[in-house]
């Protein structure tokens, strides 16, 4: 058994997880610097954060809320 591959097979999931766990905290207004006010742009319906091309749309505001 190759445990080298096992090993760089771990890293790569673990940095690309990493990377899917960011961008969606961002598009959901979650960044490194703290957790950002809704886009002035957003309705009661539709929500933007730091992208006005990702909208929260139903559950996701509430999960947000939550």
Do not use: H
């Not at 950002?36 to 957003?42: G, T």
């Amino acid at each position: 058994m190759d445990k080298n591959a096992i090993k760089k097979f771990a890293i790569n999931a673990r940095n690309e997880l990493r990377a899917m766990v960011k961008q969606k905290a961002n598009v959901i207004g979650i960044t490194e610097n703290g957790i950002e006010d809704k886009l002035s742009i957003s309705t009661k319906e539709i929500e933007y954060y730091i992208d006005d091309k990702v909208p929260l749309i139903g559950k996701d505001i509430q999960k947000r809320k939550n």
